[in-house]
């Protein structure tokens, strides 16, 4: 059984305020690509399908196109589960008649158990799921954490392995060694978010979410595969792919397949006089997204606007070696400002113009209101 791996699409996810639709869409093309060329028995993935429980029209639209493309027209098996970002009752609107073409979407711990079995590989679909749903479904009030959980779960799995087969875990959780990154919400059930890798050691094959690297987790028979595209600046450096996973393969079940961003981060750490340099600055691509870490430590006017002219898709701004100062004598002249006067020279600084006549008297209400709310 060959397939691929893949995890954490989050489509109709924004990086500071731009839309990752095209880097996506982009992204999704090469992993079609991939599946196609590997000649895969089958797509899984493993959680976080939309970056909300309620997604954009857009969202939708572009999700649907995805699944479509490789289910229908492709005609290859997708398997998925919801992870902690997705409604599952929105995902799991269709799901009786989705398997009539292969497509297997769970998203309620009922239905785990019931493996889906293509080829000689038993697939157990694992969604997220809080504490609460656990208790019910064993009826166990002592379930008192997430480890106490899992092994009823795995226990119960274990019970529906076939000896003939091989035997796969699709989950969408913490495990045990993994490092958290920026873009990712924490999974915390019961005050513990850690499953504990030995209790997965019977199966043949973990395909990870949640955790947006590759590099998270180092097991040779459990992966991450780490979101497809970059969100946030700690994933600047992340390289992003896929697995493929080949499960007649005894040594090397995991093969690791690179995917190309459209728009990459790039994190640059310079002098304001280097990053206006046109020698500098033209080196990088306008539709890159770029962090910037100043080197300067004085004041530098209207900063942000004017790094944009020449960097229209800033995410991050931070001063690498923070900013000079105040000095006594000046401290001792801001000190005799009054309030108003303290905000024009602020606002000059900050942006290096001056208070318009409207912000002005706007200023002075303002400040008259807090004056009489304080007498």
Known sequence: M?????????IGKKLHDFSLFDDQRDAFEQIEQIAL??????????????????????????????????NL???LP????????????????GSDWFKATDFYMNTKLKDAFTPVVIGDTQFFLLPYFELPAARNYFKDVEIHNLNDAMKLIFSQMKERFENDKKHV???????????H???ETQVEVGGLDAVALDLMEDFDYVALGHLHSKNALHHPRMKYSGSP??????EAQDEKGVWIVDTDQEDEMAKWVPLTPKNDIVVLQESFETLTSPEFYRQVDDDQFVAIRLTDKEIIPNVMNRLREFYPRVISFQRQNGRNAISQESGRKIKKLSPLEMLETFYHEATGDELSSIQKKFAKEELAKAERSVN
Request: glycine fraction near 4%; proline fraction near 1%.
């Open 78 to 93: 997708v398997l998925a589960i919801n992870g902690n970002h997705d409604s599952a009752v929105r995902l799991n609107t």
């Open 169 to 179: 875990l699709l989950a969408h959780f913490f495990a045990a060694g993994s490092s």
């Open 2 to 10: 060959k397939f691929l791996h893949t995890a954490d699409w989050h």
């Open 181 to 183: 990154c920026d873009s």
């Open 229 to 234: 595209v970059k969100f946030s600046v700690s």
């Open 37 to 70: 060329r590997e000649k895969v028995d089958a797509v899984v993935i493993a959680g976080d399908l939309y970056d909300r429980s309620v997604p954009s029209e857009d969202a939708v639209r572009l999700l649907d196109q995805m699944l479509i493309q490789l």
């Open 73 to 75: 027209k492709d005609h």
